[in-house]
RNA sequence: GGCGUCGUACCCAAGUGGACUAAGGGAGCGGUCUGCAAAACCGCGAUUCGUCGGUUCGAAUCCGACCGACGCCUCCA
């Protein structure tokens, strides 16, 4: 059995089978770029960047999209009080997107399309759903997609919208529908709206939100692809419209597996501007908690399970970080510069990752599995029951499983000629019992934010 | 009201009806090692899985009720 996952279309657990051999199409709904984006948004990234880390382990060549939402009703209300244009508002908060996700050792997407570059892509695809019969225009010169016309609407959030109230919210909308759950594919210009429009067969207007992402994901990965991920909240409505459309278009199935990620709580509520718990990445490094241990903490639960952050969980996880690490320090000063290639000696630690990562990547067990062995390396130096040949195997498996986690081979260290100096002089001194020479240059690291810690194996040289 | 999730030690968290007298991490306590420090190793730590019932030879796991926390139900990851 290869790797299974939950998928929210079917509420069962199914064994991934991508549609083309070895290949993986992946789409990720990507941030709405008005703000910089929140510690919750990144809860979701992570889970697509294990997702995607761990096809990659698994030796499929994956291929991923993610789109930027660079134009919306939130977006358009900040030009319009902030006096900026669309395109400067949202290139600050793109850049400041890619600046985070590059901190948490995300591996970028391979095309990430933005909204704006694909209006004409999005009015073909209006156009075809209005030929067909799924969409009409109203007055105002906006177009709606006719719920009514798609027998399988409600399909992935098993939604009955038959039986809906019309709320309060509904009732005030302005725009002209025939059905209040018709949604927009394209609406028309309003005078808020200010210079932000593009023309269309149905006058000046601009895209609605899910059409972007049915077109651009069919656009790059083709009108079927392997899977659709994003946050709970996008099942209904976004990732439900995004279906019909898509089914509605082009007649064939759109998406296999769709694989939907829970939401993270801070302090145990909901996080909200109001209750004073929301946090930007930027946020928590400036309360001293680096990059690794926010993204181990990230990924530690499992991605179906509400996450809940706080300051104590930042510094357990930072704990479990610098075990991670200290193994492989401890192994690469056994090693030398012996590089080994992967190897069968620790091949039955490595079936039991994938065997927990295979059951809908389960990565608590698959840490549990890390750690035992640990111990076991650990009691091996210990009792010098390791050579340098097993040590590299093990560095070499070591890496592979970083491949996935990302946080085990990070923040080298590159030390001066004049540091390395002191070291060796440090080491000289402790043979001679120079005890107050080598604890001046263990204080002198102290001070550059540098731990030495001996072993019998050389010092150890580590970030504090 | 509809759809859905969760409740496991001080904290986080896994658990695929039977090897569970319940993984793993963090914190704590005791010990070993060590010039000191750090790391590491060894040991201790839930007679119990929200509560109460039921099914079963057997339940943390299945079913029911109740208690509690939470999400979605028009643009929010």
Redesign the pocket.
Known sequence: MGLTLYNTLT?KMEEFKPIEKGRVKLYS????VYEY?????????VFIDLLKRYLLFLGYDVHHVTNL?DV???IIARCNTEKVSLKKLTDIYKSAFFEDMEILSIIPADVYPAATDHISDMQELVRILIEKGHAYVTSDGSVFFD?SSFKDYGIL?????T???R?E??LS?E?D?E??????LW?GWKEEDGDIWWDSPWGKGRP???IECSTMSMKYLGEHFDIHC?????????HENEIAQSVCATGKPFVNMWV??????VD????SKSLGNYYILQDLLEKGYDPTSIRY?LL???Y?????L?E??L??????V??LQ??R??LEALAGDLVKKHSKTYKEVEDQFI??LN??L????G??V???W??????Q??NDNIDRHKAAEAISLLKRFDTVLAVIFKGEIILSDNDRQLIRE?EEA?LK?D??R??EI?DYFQKISI?????PNGT?V?KV
């Open positions: 509420r709904c990507g941030p709405t984006p929140h510690i919750g948004n990144f809860r979701s990234f939402t919306d009703d939130k719920i959030s098993k939604v009955d919208l039986g809906s109230i709320t919210r509904v909308d725009y529908k059905n209040v759950h018709d949604f927009a609406k609605g939100w899910h994003g946050g709970v909240d996008l099942i209904f409505p976004h939907h990620c829970e939401h993270l709580l145990g509520t909901k996080m903490l530690t639960t499992h179906r399970q509400k996450l809940n706080t104590e969980g510094r357990a996880s930072a704990g479990a610098e075990r200290d193994i320090l401890r065997n927990s059951r809908d389960n990565i608590s067990e840490l549990a890390i750690f035992d640990i111990r076991e390396l650990n009691r130096i210990e440090r402790r019992k005890w107050k080598a604890d263990r731990k030495l810690e001996d072993t150890v580590k």
